[in-house]
């Protein structure tokens, strides 16, 4: 199946349906449709191989997602809040390119080499549509994404249209969602969870409702006025919602359902959700830019029975990723490739139809079409999936492997600390050393007690040998602590 034939379905079905609220407009699927087919005449006459968005969350993005479709490019979304030269870059990886942007970023991106860039108002939505009889290859890349970067250069992942339309097709009923239902995207464009986003709410037919840049006070008002019935957040994001539902005592009775990922989700935060809004489902779905988007969900059953259980073994779940997608094979590996049992951490590998694994000049998915995700993690009796991080984040401390997460879990436990990361930096003696960077809610906590309870909770060697305080902590745009932002500024402190 082709991505744009998500839409042709939607608009057949159901063409006067409202798919997006964007800015007070309203575009119904059937103009959606339209405007995706006058756009695609347009991007065809362009040298362009990758239609390329650049700006923040508009109806135009989706748009462009489906014009690209037809009109057989790849399309990319590019973080507009990089720095001008990491911008340029990016839009030259992918050249021969057609930019869309913003008014903010067009000029940025005047003369870069491979492109031609057009201001958002003046890309011809309207107009003689492109209909033609076209065998549209599934093999083709629909999408063209840079990987976060968190560690070091981004890389271009390719998502053919096989891939994209099977985690749809496979997850999801076909205009399954109520005329009433409506979905807050207020995740940026230039993230998988963006992609997916579009893609699922017009095949269910849901409506989609767009913030364009993410506020805690902005999001609350939209979903109250629009009467939000669905969203998905990051970790970071649904904290600070939190924030201001329980300040202005906003009760936000039409949210029934919340999704979150893209960064570990502290346990102390997903229970206040659940108390402050009992009637909204949540979900933890985790996935990477790899594989389409979600491979394995912690469903709201989940979340309610580990809420709820006295047994240690279930009421950790909470901190898990649950299990696996039916349409997804899933294992933990040692380094050397062989399958770990439960309980035991190793390296995440998958394997199904929507996984990719494959990069501009590279293919990552081994001869027998497996995936290693470069995530930590591990499976409980129960088949429920743990992720502890990114192997690179892992500390080797006198030959140990360390993961920082279960220091941030015992550290979190304190009243005092709002948030906290930490890291490895090298040390000549241990290979590495431990350094816990804490964000306190109020007054700063003993750092020697903080190292007492992670030696009480742990044992001897996960004690942090130093505890920085600070007052905040760098996040990506995407909810993922920089933790190469926080070594680089201790080491040259």
Not at 54 to 66: E, K, R
Not at 193 to 203: C, D, E, Q, R, T
Not at 268 to 296: H, M, W
Request: hydrophobic share 40%; aromatic share 6%.
């Amino acid at each position: 199946m082709i991505v744009h034939m998500l839409l042709e379905m939607a608009a057949d079905a159901a063409p006067d349906r409202v798919a997006i609220t964007s800015c007070g407009r309203h575009i119904t699927f059937g103009e959606l449709l339209s405007q995706s087919r006058a756009v695609a005449r347009w991007i065809k006459a362009s040298p362009c191989e990758t239609v390329c968005y650049v700006g923040l969350n508009d109806a135009l993005f989706a748009t462009m997602l489906f014009a690209s479709s037809f009109a057989e490019r790849s399309f990319t979304s590019i973080n507009y809040r990089l720095a001008d030269a990491d911008l340029r870059r990016l839009v030259e990886r992918a050249a021969p390119a057609l930019v869309v942007a913003s008014g903010d970023a067009l000029p940025r991106l005047a003369g870069v080499t491979g492109a031609t860039s057009i201001h958002f108002d003046d890309v011809p939505t309207q107009g003689e549509p492109l209909i033609d009889d076209l065998e549209y290859d599934a093999e083709r890349v629909a999408v063209l994404l840079f990987t976060s970067g968190t560690t070091s250069e981004p890389k271009a992942a390719m998502l053919r249209h096989r891939h994209l339309s099977s985690y749809v097709v496979s997850t999801l009923d076909f205009l399954g969602a109520d005329e009433g239902e409506a979905t807050l995207i207020s995740v940026p464009p230039y993230h998988i969870a963006g992609i997916s986003a579009v893609l699922s709410s017009v095949f269910t037919g849901r409506r989609m409702v767009l913030l364009p840049s993410f506020s805690p006070e902005a999001w609350v008002e939209l979903a109250d006025k629009e009467r939000i019935t669905h969203a998905m957040v990051v970790p970071t994001m649904l904290g600070r919602i939190l924030e201001v539902i329980e300040t202005r005592g906003v009760s936000l009775p039409a949210l029934k359902h919340l999704s979150y990922g893209g960064g570990r989700m502290p346990e102390t935060t997903i229970a206040r959700a659940l108390s402050l809004l009992p009637q909204v489902d949540f979900v933890n779905a985790y996935g990477l830019t790899e594989t389409s988007s979600t491979i394995s969900v912690l469903t709201p059953d989940d979340h309610r029975a580990a809420m709820s259980s006295e047994d240690p073994s279930v009421r950790r779940r909470l901190g898990s990723v649950g299990i696996p997608s039916p349409a997804i094979e899933l294992e933990v590996r040692d380094p050397d490739g062989a399958k770990l049992g439960r309980g035991v951490s190793g390296e995440i590998w998958v394997r199904g139809d929507q996984v990719s694994g494959e990069y501009r000049g590279r293919h990552a998915l081994d001869c027998d079409g497996w995936y290693a995700t470069n995530d930590c993690g591990w499976l409980d009796e129960g088949g429920y999936l743990f992720v502890e991080g990114r192997l690179d984040d892992v500390i080797v401390r006198g030959g140990e492997n360390i993961s920082p997460s279960e220091i941030e879990g015992v550290l979190r436990s304190h009243d005092a600390i709002d948030d906290v990361a930490v890291a490895g930096v090298a040390d000549n003696e241990w290979g590495e050393q431990i350094i816990a960077f804490v964000v306190s809610k109020g007054d700063l906590p003993c750092a020697q007690a903080l190292k007492a309870l992670v030696r009480e909770r742990l044992r001897s060697s996960r004690v942090p040998s130093e505890i920085i305080f600070m007052s905040e902590l760098p996040y990506n745009e995407t909810g993922k602590v920089l933790r190469r932002v926080l070594k680089a500024n201790y080491v040259s402190r």
